[in-house]
């Protein structure tokens, strides 16, 4: 079995609808991490969690919010998704000792 | 300089070609780097960890120079499986622990 896991794996809806993606992990690590990948400019952070009761902005947050509701799932929600969010999205887990991550297999989301 | 620079490519070579990229940082505190492989559509999975002056594992060496704020990723005898997109990954700095991504060197490896 995967070590993490992301649901939906691709995903197509329209502008305004509210969008989950959810990622859960085995491994118990703590710290989790959500990405967005577009051509041309690489991973970009949105935002991370180093346990349930933290939850940092990345780089890229607006638009976005997460709920980390148990220490092996990490949510990401989009409350009004719109077309420039359409992106490859990947959750990634890192262990305390380490630096370190392990992705997901990434959601494909597409914003029409 | 900016953050984590990597030319993007392509790169593309045959079977059995040596190939080396390169990659800059720009914080000169970092200790750790990595390179992770993409392939197309997938996720990033780590290659290799550098934490002093290089690595290697098989055909694959990492090297390290500080002063410079380097790191190179050397491929021996490439496979035509080798043919992905290599990230360049660099800590961020500060107690977070962040990790910043270059966007990448694309190889590919011909018959």
């Known amino acids: 079995d995967a070590d993490v896991t992301q649901t939906p794996r691709n995903r197509i809806t329209k502008t305004g609808k509210r969008i989950m993606l959810e990622c859960s992990q085995t491994k118990g690590h703590d710290r989790m991490y959500w990405y967005r990948q577009d051509p041309g400019l690489g991973l970009r952070l949105i935002y991370y969690?180093?346990?349930?009761?933290?939850?940092n902005k990345g780089e890229i947050s607006d638009g976005y919010s997460v709920s980390r509701q148990a220490q092996a799932k990490f949510s990401l929600s989009l409350e009004s998704a719109i077309p420039n969010q359409t992106a490859l999205y990947f959750c990634?887990?890192?262990?305390?000792?380490?630096?370190?991550?392990?992705f997901g297999p990434g959601t494909r989301l597409t914003v029409l | 300089r900016k953050e984590v620079e990597q030319d993007p490519g392509p790169f593309n070579v045959p079977e059995g070609a040596t190939v080396a990229f390169n990659c800059t940082y720009s914080?000169?505190?970092?200790?750790?780097f990595f390179w992770y492989r993409q392939d197309c559509r997938k996720e990033p999975k780590l290659l290799m960890s550098v934490y002093s002056s290089g690595n290697e594992d098989g055909r694959f060496t990492a090297q390290l120079n500080r002063a410079s704020q380097y790191i190179s990723l050397l491929i021996r005898d490439s496979k035509l499986s080798d043919s992905a997109t290599y990230l360049c990954?660099?800590?961020?700095?500060?107690?977070?622990?962040?990790?910043?991504f270059g966007k990448g060197t694309k190889l590919s490896v011909k018959p």
């Open positions: 969690s180093f346990d349930v009761k933290d939850i």
């Open positions: 990634a887990i890192r262990g305390r000792s380490t630096d370190t991550q392990y």
């Open positions: 914080n000169s505190a970092s200790q750790s």
């Open positions: 990954v660099v800590p961020k700095g500060g107690s977070q622990g962040n990790l910043i």
